[in-house]
């Protein structure tokens, strides 16, 4: 059975930073094209980033230069690190494994 567990949500003020994780269990996340999702109250689900086998990632243009998706095999963990935080980037991250297995998410909340 495959499962993502997402942690390292919470509030931070405006400028600030956090690390997601996603760790997976049941799979070897090498074998899929890992992306984060977003998802605000009120607003259609957004994909955020995406690291492909090869490890080649491709951004949102609203997150482009501030958020880094990166893997580690040997964990077994995909991470989103997220710099110069903004309250418009306060959603539910989740992670999903080409879209087929999804994790329950974690709630960032950008405010001061």
């Known amino acids: 059975q495959v499962q993502l567990v997402e942690s390292g949500g919470g509030l931070v003020q405006p400028g600030g930073s956090l690390r997601l994780s996603c760790a997976a269990s049941?799979?070897?996340?090498?074998?899929?094209?890992m992306n984060w999702y977003r998802q605000a109250p009120g607003k259609q689900r957004e994909l955020v980033a995406t690291?492909?086998?090869?490890?080649?990632?491709n951004y949102a243009d609203s997150v482009k230069g501030r958020f880094t998706i990166s893997i580690d095999n040997a964990k077994n963990t995909v991470y989103l690190s997220m710099n110069s935080l903004k309250p418009e980037d306060t959603a539910v991250y989740s992670c999903?494994?080409?879209?087929?297995?999804w994790g329950q998410g974690t709630q960032v909340t950008v405010s001061s």
């Open positions: 999903t494994a080409n879209i087929t297995y």
């Open positions: 049941g799979t070897r996340i090498r074998l899929y094209g």
């Open positions: 690291i492909s086998f090869g490890c080649s990632t």
